[in-house]
């Protein structure tokens, strides 16, 4: 048994440890709270540009986009969004799991026809250790989602699928849905499947509140206006998912921090409870020893 010194310096440390996990929840319920902020600010602007797309994707119109082009998959790039820092439960451990699921699909293509684009520190090192060569660094993105740097990102993305450099973009990232709740998805991004969104958006919850009317007078032609709008659209998707990611990241080290916490006080009650026995145990031996010793 643990002499009560231990015991005691035990009890110390934990609860040093919970004012830690307790101090980095908050701190991560501060961060959730303004990327939930973002997210709920940029959702009305998303809305209405799928709006405006799915409208005119309703008509008989042709479409002529290089990233509506769908060939023969020779080359792919991934595009995987993780965390900078741990302490977020298993976050990037399940980032990881499905990034390696979704290089299984494509490994009969070889590693050199593999692309990844890491967003993210956790996930750039596990690249690296897998051996593949990342194409450009982007952890900066990860700690503070911004539009200028997104918008860069989405515009190699397009242009590497536009020269055929690229046959197929897949994004593996969280989707934040509650705090509680993160769907972790592996999803293409180019080429686009236009009939698929307009199924989305057919769908949606909100479609009857949305107000279509296509009794519009387009000029030059709804073809070439969906052209023109197909890149805004893509801009604004890697802006959601990245968004989508960070707010994942604070919900999913909110949670982490919390069960922390909240093992760390059921340790300090069971230690203190632990330390309470053997004192009084102490206590009894010593009350023995004097009336053994008096009876002599």
Do not use: W
């Not at 005119?56 to 042709?62: R, Y």
């Not at 990102?153 to 897949?170: N, P, Q, S």
């Amino acid at each position: 048994m643990a002499s009560l010194k231990e015991v005691k310096n035990r009890i110390n440390s934990v609860k040093s440890t919970r004012q830690i996990t307790s101090a980095m929840k908050m701190v991560a319920s501060a961060k959730l709270h303004k990327a939930q902020g973002r997210i709920q600010s940029m959702y009305p602007y998303q809305q209405k540009l799928n709006e405006i797309l799915t409208n005119f994707l309703g008509t008989d119109i042709v479409v002529e986009s290089p990233y509506i082009e769908t060939r023969p998959v020779s080359k792919v790039a991934i595009v995987v969004f993780s965390s900078n820092s741990s302490l977020c439960g298993a976050f990037n451990a399940n980032v990881v799991k499905k990034f390696e699921q979704t290089v299984e699909e494509y490994r009969s293509l070889g590693k050199e026809n593999i692309l990844v684009y890491p967003v993210g520190k956790k996930i750039e090192e596990t690249v690296r250790k897998m051996g593949y060569t990342t194409q450009g660094s982007y952890q900066s993105m990860a700690n503070k989602p911004n539009y200028p740097e997104a918008y860069r990102l989405a515009a190699e993305l397009m242009k590497a699928f536009a020269e055929e450099r690229v046959d197929r973009i897949v994004l593996v990232y969280h989707h934040f849905k509650s705090t509680g709740t993160q769907i972790l998805l592996s999803e293409n991004f180019l080429p686009l499947d236009l009939q698929q969104m307009a199924t989305d958006v057919a769908m949606h919850p909100d479609r009857k509140h949305m107000g279509f009317n296509n009794d519009y007078i387009v000029e030059p032609s709804a073809g070439e206006l969906i052209t023109e709008l197909l890149p805004k659209v893509l801009n604004q998707k890697i802006f959601t998912v990245l968004q989508d990611s960070n707010a994942s990241e604070h919900a999913a080290r909110m949670m982490a921090m919390q069960a922390a916490t909240d093992n760390a006080n059921e340790l300090i009650q069971d230690l203190t409870l632990q330390y309470n026995k053997t004192r009084q145990q102490a206590i009894t031996n010593e009350l023995l020893d004097i009336i053994g010793g008096s009876m002599k």
